[in-house]
């Protein structure tokens, strides 16, 4: 097939037909350069995914006018939104950027309430929200709202949709970028959809992936990995209504979609469209490695996934082109990297630095970090990391067992033991976590826990062991100037900046005792917020600590866009890293990973190149001159370039 000539005569075919009336002539106009400008990189990659099939230009015409109803539904403050955001579209990388991520409930009750809580964010210096799935769901467990009943409705316990699009607009006139859920690879059995397809709606049977007998989904099931082992075996489920084995990766009430139908891509543009219109800045993709299935493989991190999200991309690009894509890929590290790019996922979570940081803590030994940062970390100069320490989800030990393996690390041996150091079964573990998805074959799991609690802060209390704390606290502001400092967007998850600990009330509730990730799912109270004033608490340490790192964050622009070095320190305990703006301003972060103090000559650091270093967290100050810094346990330095002397 001739692309170039084939796109030109579809696209001269669908503007013909394209209804564009609700448009005025500018707006039109508008459009139709943006569509212009994508449309031979969209039928391009819809061509890979779909183009074998006879009724591709229906479906292709279908997705225009979808896109074109969308553009044309958004407001006009979202229009200059867009403007302004492809004017600067770096926006992400500033050095303002901080992110928190809450339950709408958890974090303030409902939405209204989230609305009142605006000033404590902005106090905060939170200017990024992401709110974990606030969409109608079925009663009971949903997986956290990750099983969407409705995309365009809210939880009936949460608001209403005019309280979420009050809420939108009240956070962006605060400063703040909403950032919403996209659950695309799944939808829950209670969806319209799926409730079609259990009537035996034929047309919405060929949304999921449904068979008549076990056959085929035994052959699928020879390749794939449990997600939830200690829930339910196997990748399908039975649906009695039907009569028929669904396809459902994580619990059987999330019926994965089949998106080698094109109508479904379609259908889920239009939800996409519409969450864009509510003023979402970026939109997280759930999952997104498990969205292509293809026989003879583990169905995850397929190529026409990765085709697949630059289509959706694309149609953004379009219709919407100030909403971003957040990549979730909980993966290999070769994968993560994979879905980083300007065209497909402008912002990547980085699990990686994450669980080698929870890693570090617990060997003390910062070489596994330093070589896996020193391959993994540098990404296109277009997009950016949402580095984060703790979310809603469990720690999975997502290192590359092959740069574990030069350092002389088992992989499969250390990911046990840090499973029993962050359970609190190995001896000397200052950790206090709980294990999840524990797998009765192979007794594998995953773990949980605030990080608080995983940092030492509750075993500190319990034993009022002042030492104790004081590490933890150490432990806790160490890892937040992490992911302050390195690069990317800081994604503080709501209650760690206060420090909160463990919630075990999730035992006693049935729709939640099986998950225990709820542990680390804590109700953030007024008292609590009130709690971390009180000087000289632990909380209180924790929280004026952390916002003397965000206001220098936000005070240098070196945080923001510059680039990131991995430095190696040749000293066990350390971890460090230089970020060097365009200006040629340089900042050195240098970590102690340990609870013993620590020397490092200042030459092995690469300091004597004529500068003076200020360090912006203690008095220390470093000239060209040979000098031995000295690292108290847990210590951080945040040392910043100044004129020659």
């Known amino acids: 097939m001739d692309i170039e000539r ?55 015409q279908q997705l225009v006018q979808t896109l074109a109803n969308g553009f044309t539904k958004r407001s006009n403050v979202l229009k200059q939104k867009d403007n302004a955001r492809l004017a600067a579209p770096h926006w992400y990388q500033d050095e303002n950027m901080l992110g928190m991520a809450c339950y709408v409930d958890l974090f303030a009750g409902d939405l ?40 365009r409705k809210v939880n009936d316990t949460l608001g209403t949709n005019k309280d979420l699009e009050e809420l939108s607009k009240a956070l962006a006139e605060a400063g703040i970028s909403l950032v919403l859920d996209f ?122 996934a990765h085709s697949l999200i630059q289509a959706f991309n694309s149609c953004l690009q379009i219709a919407a082109p100030a909403v971003v894509f957040k990549s979730e890929a909980i993966v290999h590290p070769d994968e993560v990297l994979k879905y980083i790019d300007k065209q ?10 994450m669980a080698l940081i929870w890693n570090t803590l617990a060997t003390r030994d910062t070489h596994l970090l330093t070589e896996s940062m020193q391959k993994s970390f540098e990404i296109s100069p277009d997009c950016a990391w949402v580095n984060y320490v703790r979310c809603h989800d469990d720690i999975g030990w997502t290192f590359d067992d092959a740069v574990a393996g030069q350092q002389g690390v088992n992989g499969y041996d250390h990911r046990r033991f840090l499973n029993q150091f962050y359970t609190g079964r190995f001896e000397g573990s200052f950790a206090t976590g709980v294990a999840f998805g524990e797998n009765p074959s192979n007794g594998d799991c995953r773990v ?19 030492t104790l704390i004081e590490h933890a606290v150490a432990r806790i502001l160490m890892v937040h100037s ?12 709501s209650g760690d900046e206060l420090a909160l600990l463990n919630d075990y009330s999730y035992e006693q509730d049935d729709s939640k005792k099986h998950d225990e990730r709820w542990v680390q799912r804590i109700p953030v109270t007024d008292a609590d917020i009130q709690a971390s004033k ?41 971890f460090a890293y230089q970020r060097t703006a365009k200006d040629g301003t340089a900042l050195l972060a240098i970590c102690n990973f340990s609870e013993h103090k620590q020397k490092v000559s200042s030459v092995t650091l690469g300091l004597g190149n004529g500068d003076v270093w200020q360090d912006l967290l203690s008095p220390v100050r470093v000239s060209p001159a040979p000098q031995e810094l000295e690292l108290a346990p847990y210590q951080v330095m945040w040392l910043l370039n100044s004129q020659p002397v």
């Open 6 to 60: 084939e796109y030109k005569r579809s696209l001269e075919r669908i503007l013909t037909g394209l209804d564009l009336s609700g448009m005025s002539k500018r707006e039109q106009a508008v459009f139709i350069d943006r569509l212009n400008e994508q449309f031979p990189r969209l039928f391009a990659l819809l061509v890979e995914i779909y183009g074998q099939r006879y009724d591709f230009f229906y479906y292709l």
């Open 534 to 574: 009180k000087k000289g608490t632990p909380q209180n340490r924790v929280a004026t600590g952390l916002q003397t790192l965000i206001g220098l964050r936000k005070q240098y622009s070196v945080f923001g866009q510059a680039s990131t070095r991995i430095i190696n320190p040749h000293q066990n305990a350390l």
């Open 344 to 353: 497909e996922c402008q912002l990547s979570y980085n699990p990686l630095l």
């Open 183 to 304: 659950v695309f690879n799944h939808t829950s059995d209670e969806h319209p959809w799926a409730l079609a397809a259990k009537a035996g709606d034929q047309k919405y049977q060929e949304f999921y992936y449904m068979f008549d007998d076990k056959h085929v989904p035994d052959e699928y099931e020879k390749h794939l990995r449990e997600i939830f082992p200690q829930v339910r075996r196997g990748n399908f489920s039975w649906d009695s209504d039907s009569n028929k084995w669904v396809w459902t990766t994580f619990n059987n009430f999330q019926w994965d979609l089949n998106y080698t139908n094109p109508a479904v891509f379609n259908a889920i543009t239009d939800e996409m469209l519409y969450l864009a219109n509510l003023g979402c800045e970026a939109l997280r993709l759930d999952a997104l490695a498990f969205i292509w299935k293809e026989m003879g493989t583990n169905c995850e991190n397929q190529a026409k």
């Open 482 to 493: 992490i992911i302050l400092s390195i690069g990317g967007i800081p994604l503080i998850y």
């Open 448 to 466: 949980c826990g605030s990080l608080a609690s995983l940092a030492g802060l509750e075993q500190g209390i319990e034993q009022n062991n002042a």
């Open 112 to 151: 209204k309430g989230l609305q009142q809580r605006i000033p404590y964010l902005v106090e905060t210096g939170i200017t990024y929200l992401h709110l974990m799935p606030l969409y109608d769901s079925p009663k009971g467990d949903s997986d956290g709202g990750y099983a969407v009943s409705d995309y």
